[in-house]
């Protein structure tokens, strides 16, 4: 991994005040482990109190608005996540796309909102068992990326990750062989650079995704153009959390 590794934390709808303890020893470790930057993606209602305990680790959320404001029951803005501290968010996360309809061109209209209001962007794609099994797994991911991610912009480098999290593989235990993780991984790169030429688009950190745990961590990171992880389920602890973070130190 050349550029310097990025491990994220998605809580997903988990977490009271009571796990703040948890975000608090996530950011005394990380502040002794500079070579990784290191965040985490609590749910909205806690998304302030973790930015008020941390010092070294990054803060975002789970998903924004593509409204500025108005009249949307229940949504959240991009400028309210980032006023509430958050410094990036995680857009078309499959939970989402399954779950709540979400199509590319909704993630894209997020996209747009989230850089207008400073924020940086982790967008994610993957595909199910069923695609992967008729071998169209890179040509799926490809086209969702293409329909997904903003226009190019100013600092695209810096502020873009892409998140590969085949669905299959996502709370199940299960993971793809270092082999296909590279080779999606090598695809997703070729369309970054294609579309926001060799510099910036070289310098956009792409994750994996999908059962990480600490035990798989080193293996899976070291896979051929794996710039680091979301992690799910692992992130829940300070403790599961911590060893993937040190996997990739
Ligand atoms: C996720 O949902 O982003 C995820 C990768 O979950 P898990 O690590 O639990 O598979």
């Not at 997703?188 to 035990?215: M, Q, T």
Request: glycine share 12%; proline share 3%.
């Amino acid at each position: 991994m050349a550029l310097r590794p990025f491990i994220v934390g998605n809580w997903k709808m988990n977490g009271t005040r009571a796990m703040l303890a948890e975000a608090r020893a996530i950011d005394r470790s990380a502040q002794r482990l500079m070579k990784v930057e290191v965040a985490l993606a609590p749910p909205y209602t806690l998304i302030h109190a973790v930015h008020k305990e941390a010092e070294q680790i990054g803060v975002g959320a789970q998903d924004c608005s593509a409204e500025s404001d108005g009249a949307f029951t229940g949504d959240v803005s991009a400028a309210m996540i980032a006023d509430a501290g958050a410094k990036f968010v995680i857009l078309g996360h499959s939970e989402r796309r399954q779950g709540h309809g979400e199509s590319d061109a909704l993630v894209r209209a997020k996209a747009d909102a989230a850089l207008e209001a400073g924020l940086k962007l982790i967008v994610c794609c993957g595909e199910t068992e069923a695609t992967r099994d008729a071998s169209g797994a890179e040509a799926f991911v490809v086209r969702q990326l293409e329909g997904s991610l903003p226009e190019p912009f100013e600092g695209v480098g810096e502020r873009l990750s892409v998140a590969y999290e085949p669905i299959w593989a996502i709370g199940t235990g299960r993971t793809p062989t270092v082999d296909d993780i590279a080779a999606m991984h090598r695809a997703i790169r070729a369309l970054l650079v294609e579309r926001y030429g060799e510099e910036e688009g070289g310098a956009v950190r792409i994750l994996y995704g999908g059962s990480v745990k600490p035990d798989n961590a080193r293996e899976l990171l070291g896979a051929d153009e794996v710039g680091g992880a979301l992690v799910g389920g692992a992130s829940l602890t300070a403790e599961s959390f911590l060893g993937i973070v040190m996997a990739a130190a």
